[in-house]
């Protein structure tokens, strides 16, 4: 990807306008790339990035839609532990990427969104400056950002991008938003602006909890007869999971995972993921890091059931109120706690882990007993295999036997369909998990962010994504090819935005309406869109449309073969709807 786009005739230099300021800022800072859709209100910022950066650290991605941009960096963040850094343009492009940063918000990813704004002189304006700006831009994303600013000065540039990005980063996390008046951008700096001592503006310290809470939560842990743990993304770090499974193990636990994330190995013997009937056994649930807990406990289904009647006793090690807004109800569903760790979670649970290491449970019964239970849970879980048709679930089998062995990270998958236990997942970071906000249209520019991560980092991006998904920012493909960023995307394509039949049907059975009138106004058919050569014209590698389950083995090796030699892989895969 170094030799893309590189600038000519550049002469390296001290910051000579304002944006040459923000450029060199975020190099500071390790940006290594800024995902954008070119726009005038940043036109200084792009020369910046190009003329005065070199086009280098942060090297600039060019993306088709905003959205593309902010789902890109959102993958990037998760998927390489950094802040990831994206720019839109003034109020249309920020419109564009609104539901991208809404992701990032439920999803408490670390990202920097820049804009370009005003200029705050009206002389300076050009008519389309004042369709384009607002006196405050940022109301459009201020109920699901953490922070925001619009400085008009370039010392002010400084000072709050600086700002912005040590809020992004710190607990809880989450994405924030600075606008750049475009007059500041563009004026010359009448005098240098040194940058400040990073060493003294780095991330706050993660916050712990206070030891009395630690207590009360070992002794609600130590009374429990029946404990099940389960937690959320932990920030995507590896740390977190043999933190987990100590966890675990010494409480004589089941663990359980929520579908949309991967914290605990999928293959220890005390993963019960895939039977909801564990927490309604359960009588103490340890909840680390879990943005929504009742509605984790909630048994899966399309009605609008408020779930258990009577909810175990929970222990809650998390953020809480820290990180809610009253403008969005995300996260908000209000639930008793036995004991509350007022924490980053990871941070929490090595305190209650100390903690429990000096008050040791006698587990060793309860330990047996769920470790066979989840061996039986196993034995009986059956993939299902139809001779006729490709299930979602033999997709994964057979993607999961084609990668194994090949040092990866899974960027995307399917999540209401995906089968339990069949890929084994190490824990914590090795899925990027999904958008937060269910937002769709987020998969394919995640997908190239969470490739390009994995590319750094020596592995291979590999992706399931549905064809609804994908359709809604196809465009994300052209950016990986053009960057040079392999990876392997499987399209489960099953003719349909799947997910909303069943709940038509539901609303259908329930009005005494004919259920069979669920696919109208769902199914992507008649024409049925050819992805495979969608994927072709953007430059991807393609096996051509599988139908057969038989020849998914070897489509899924060819893909695997382009992508380690550089390519970005697309199988396109039919799929019957579940």
Known sequence: MGDIERPVGIAPGPAAYGSDLVVDLLRALGTRYLPLNPGSSFRG????LVNHGGNRDPQLLLCL?????????????????????????????????????????????PLLVLG????????????????????????????????????????????DVLAAHRRAASTPRGPVYVSLDAGAQEAPLPQPVPLPDLALHAPAAHLAADGASVERAVDVLLGAQRPIVT???????????????????????????????????????????????????????????????PGRLRRRGRGRASGPAVLPAIVDVSTGHLDRRSWSNAFSTPFPRAAQLLADPLTGARQLLAALRERPPDASARREQVVAQVSAQRAARQERRDALQITPARLVAELWATVRDVPHLLCLRNTRSWPEGVWELPGAGSYLGHSG??????????????????????????GI???????????????????RIPGLLVVNDNGSFYNDEPHQAAVA???????ANSWIGMRIADPPIDIDALAASYGCWTAGTVTDPGDLAGAFAKGLAAAQEGRLAVVHVRTEPT
Not at 135 to 159: C, G, M, S
Not at 465 to 483: F, K, N, P
Request: glycine residues 14%; negative net charge; proline residues 6%.
């Open 437 to 462: 906000g269910g937002g769709v249209g987020y998969g394919p520019g995640a997908f190239v962010g969470g490739a390009l991560a994995a590319r750094d980092r020596g592995l291979l991006g590999v």
């Open 509 to 515: 059975r329930e009005r005494g309406r004919p259920q």
């Open 231 to 293: 937690a959320g993304p932990m920030n995507w770090d590896p740390a977190a999971t043999p933190v987990l499974v100590e966890l675990v193990e010494l409480l004589g636990a089941a663990y359980v995972e929520d579908r949309n994330g991967v914290s605990f190995p999928t293959v220890h013997p005390q993963n019960g993921t895939g039977d909801a009937g564990w927490f309604e056994r359960a009588d103490v649930v340890l909840a680390i890091g879990v943005p929504d807990v």
């Open 65 to 109: 839609h905003e959205e593309i941009a902010v789902s890109l960096a959102h993958g990037y963040a998760k998927g390489s532990g950094q802040v990831g850094v994206a720019a839109v343009h003034d109020l249309v492009g920020l419109m564009h990427a609104s539901m991208a940063v809404y992701d990032a918000f439920c999803d408490r990813a």
């Open 45 to 48: 910022l792009h020369d910046s």
């Open 116 to 159: 370009g704004s005003g200029p705050v002189d009206p002389a300076l304006r050009r008519p389309i400056d004042w369709a384009h700006s607002a006196t405050t831009q940022a109301e459009l994303v201020r109920d699901f950002v953490v922070w925001d600013a619009e400085p008009a000065t370039p010392a002010a540039f400084v000072a």
């Open 465 to 483: 994504i549905g064809d609804g998904d994908l359709l809604m920012a196809a465009g994300a493909l052209w950016t990986a090819v053009h960057y």
